[in-house]
């Protein structure tokens, strides 16, 4: 079970994704995590840049902090992973769900990535199972498969913290969409209440946050027993099938991420790009009425 040592966490959001990255510290030494970074991308242009990967860098020099694990929750839709360009500075490992397998195995043929694109989840460096245990200095580390967004989706609990990808937003705000392929709102159900059944004052980081209405701030932490009386789509007395109907009906009506193409063609890769062609140049791939 995961250490009773309290981890330190440091957020950094995105403001073009609301994406919230983190540094997931060891109070007792310099050993930290980086979860979910994100790479700068312009779509009108094509350019990327590093400008929240370096905030992450900044912060780790800065506290002089040996970064062990690079950590993905899964293969996000809505921004590209930096997971390359941190792996490059400090030399750690890239992590991600086991399930990455069938993620690939889906996208690798909608894109049409050819027999080179590797469908065996050896682009990272560790694929985690359900249940498997992992250090952050002293900190002791287990994963929760937690599927349902996503085939690959992966909880991290870290000491008295829990890094839950896309399953949870903030209670004001409900849950994660399950319509890309793989995904299923009964899955999703019984992934959150796997997560719900943490001890309640577990800390749940959020990978997003939107601001519900009639809330100013961002905000991207909660708790088990916050999340269990008053999230507004899944709190304590919803029933699966509750949950299942309204997931549907709703995502029916979301349009879809408007950075999802290059993003999975680059996450489903540990965060490389599509391999150069004879020109030098690699190239994401815009499938015509396929999704």
Known sequence: MPSNITPMVEGFFDDASNTISYIVKDPTSKSCALIDSVLDFDMASGR????????????????????????????????LSAAPYLKQKFGAKIGIGANITTVQ?????AFNAGTEFAMDGSQFDKLFEDGEMFEIGALKARTLNTPGHTPACMTYV?????????????PDFGTARTDFPGGSAEK??????????????TRLFMCHDYKAPGRDEFKWETTVQEQREANVHVKEGTSMEEFAAFRTERDANLSMPKLILPSVQVNMRAGQMPPAEEDGTSYLKIPINKF
Do not use: C, R
Not at 105 to 109: L, R
Not at 158 to 170: E, N, S
């Open 188 to 201: 999703l159900y019984k992934s959150i209440w796997k997560i719900l059944q943490l001890p309640s004052k």
């Open 158 to 170: 870290i000491g008295d913290a829990a890094f839950v990808g896309d399953t949870l937003f903030m």
């Open 48 to 79: 990327t840049s590093f400008e929240q990967a370096d905030k992450m860098i900044a912060y780790a020099e800065e506290n002089q902090l040996e970064v062990e694990w690079i950590l993905e929750t899964h293969v996000h839709a809505d921004h």
């Open 105 to 109: 195995e889906v996208f690798g043929k």
